[in-house]
């Protein structure tokens, strides 16, 4: 299996992760192209070989055990640890959507993302959050895409990512409570190979709205959610208060939880699982998984940058490629 794996932001510390995800990885069986500037990648990790490979990626597995493979995606400006440059936003646009390209089209299994920092793409015009919706639009597949964080004791899929906590709470419908609940049932299935998921999703307010006393919105639209997804036969309970819903015990209890808005589910996620942590945008024709951490631009340059959560990232991304293909299979054999 060979993963493609994007630039980041150059000015952060995608370069060194890469480098020290490759050297934990290049004798296993999780291999990966980087889609970046080969120049700029030496010039930041000098001792790590790198060697430029076709786009058909056919020599790439060779090449994994010895240096890393590079899809050239050249820098307009020379990149600067710690500064991020506005000048190179096209290219790490460009190394994304060269990824999502290639495995579209069959040539890598998954596209695995290296940080980007959003304020730099959107500086430039970027129009997008994030990858999450970047990516969701170059497969055709826009709004079809959940955010899904994942480790090893939570998972959490995010009912609204990237905006304003007013426009979050505004935007909290049925409808849209329904459709994530629904998506994310479906990925625990088909991408983590759970039989029978168990879904729990959170309250809004303080103890879950308190039987009406203090919010109506568990009451008005998170209860007819569950109702509508329990008679789909999805297995979900709530709405579950979110201040103790992350306990070791609470954890136990459900597959994944449903989680309102970003920060309900990141503040415990990153807390519990940071380093193992896995961004994992469900929902799409292709496999995406991303580290949990940004740029980290204050380290950027300075050998400190920790790999784990990047290594977890192309794990999970091979696991979840080989998970979903065993899925579809059976399915096709039982329908014949
Ligand atoms: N998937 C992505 O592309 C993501 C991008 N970001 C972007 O990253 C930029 C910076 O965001 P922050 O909120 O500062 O989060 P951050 O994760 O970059 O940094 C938070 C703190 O964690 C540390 N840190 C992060 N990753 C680390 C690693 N691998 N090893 C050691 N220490 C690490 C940093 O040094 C910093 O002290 C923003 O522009 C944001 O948009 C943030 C999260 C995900
Ligand atoms: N807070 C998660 C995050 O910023 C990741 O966003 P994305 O770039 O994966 O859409």
Wanted: charged share 20%; glycine share 8%.
């Amino acid at each position: 299996m060979m993963l493609v794996l994007t630039m980041g932001d150059p000015a952060g510390i995608s370069a060194e992760i890469t480098a020290k995800a490759w050297a934990k990885l290049r004798e296993t069986e999780v291999a990966f192209a980087l889609v970046g500037d080969p120049l700029w990648f030496s010039s930041m990790c000098p001792d790590t070989p790198i060697v430029v490979v076709e786009e058909s990626l056919g020599d790439a597995r060779r090449v994994f055990k010895n240096a890393v493979p590079c899809i050239p995606v050249v820098l307009k400006h020379p990149a600067q640890a710690g500064i991020p440059s506005v000048k190179n936003a096209p290219s790490v646009v460009e190394s994304i959507e060269k990824a999502v390209v290639l495995t579209l089209s069959g040539k890598a299994q998954a596209v695995v993302t290296n940080p980007i920092s959003k304020t730099t793409l959107c500086q430039a015009g970027f129009m997008y959050p994030g990858h999450t919706e970047f990516i969701s639009s170059l497969c055709g597949a826009e709004r079809e895409e959940v955010m899904m964080m994942v480790g090893p004791t939570l998972k959490v899929a995010l009912t609204s990512v990237h905006v304003p906590l007013r426009q979050a709470i505004d935007g909290l419908t049925i409808e849209r409570l329904v459709f994530v609940g629904r998506k994310t049932w479906r990925a625990l299935k088909e991408d983590f190979g759970i039989p029978h998921p168990r879904l729990a999703i959170a309250g809004l307010n303080p103890h879950a709205g308190e039987s009406g006393y203090m919010g109506r919105e568990e009451i008005e639209i998170v209860v007819p959610a569950i109702t509508t997804l329990r008679a789909e036969g999805i297995d979900i309970s709530g709405p579950w208060a979110a201040d103790s819903m992350f306990t070791p015990f609470s954890r136990k209890q459900y597959d994944a939880a449903v989680c309102l808005y970003h920060d309900q589910g990141l503040i415990p996620f990153k807390t519990v699982e940071m380093d193992l942590g896995v961004n994992v945008t469900t929902g799409l024709p292709l496999v995406r998984t991303s580290p949990d951490h940004g740029t980290a631009f204050n380290i950027a340059g300075h050998g400190l940058a920790d790999e784990t959560s990047l290594v977890e990232a192309l794990k999970t991304a091979v696991e979840i490629a080989a998970t979903r293909k065993k899925y579809h299979e059976a399915m096709l054999a039982n329908s014949q």
